[in-house]
């Protein structure tokens, strides 16, 4: 499979800067998507994203920022716990690609924000459910695959 690449991704990365600064976000910054479009079993609990941003955060001192289409009541107050900004539903997909292209690294589901991220050559975590076998995973360079969490959710 060829490996998909945006163009101008160094426009968007300062673009990003601009746009995470101008929320109080400082670099190095890491984007959270803990949403995922097509049904539960392919999300990871909120709780256990904001975990793992805050383990990550606490070790590089970066800052967190969430984003997803649509606000998300559960996964607010976990991002307020790890001092994360959630910009849920106040972002178009513009500012959104534009401050991907400004993360240090990138976690979220399988999901579009994924695809995102890895056409933009940003260094990504993914959490995969049970509902693709194989996972959807991005064309192209893969530096590592740690296989499904299929049991991420609990049933």
């Not at 990365?13 to 803990?34: D, F, K, N, T, V």
Request: glycine share 8%; net charge positive.
């Amino acid at each position: 499979m060829t490996e998909i690449r945006l163009r101008n991704a160094d426009r968007s990365r300062q673009r990003g800067e601009q746009l995470l600064a101008a929320r109080g976000i400082s670099l190095p910054a890491i984007g959270l998507s803990p949403g995922a479009a097509y049904g539960t079993a392919k999300r990871w609990l909120p709780e256990r994203f904001a975990e793992s941003a805050a383990v990550v955060a606490a070790q590089t001192g970066a800052e967190i920022w969430s984003s997803v289409r649509k606000p998300n009541a559960n996964f607010a107050p976990s991002c307020r716990e790890v001092r994360g900004h959630n910009l849920a539903g106040a972002t178009t997909l513009r500012e959104f690609i534009d401050m991907t292209a400004a993360c240090q690294v990138f976690l979220s589901n399988d999901s579009g924000a994924m695809h995102i991220a890895a056409a933009l050559g940003i260094p990504s975590v993914t959490i995969f459910g049970p509902p693709m076998k194989p996972p959807q995973d991005p064309p192209g360079r893969m530096p590592a695959c740690c296989g499904s969490l299929w049991n991420a959710r609990p049933a």
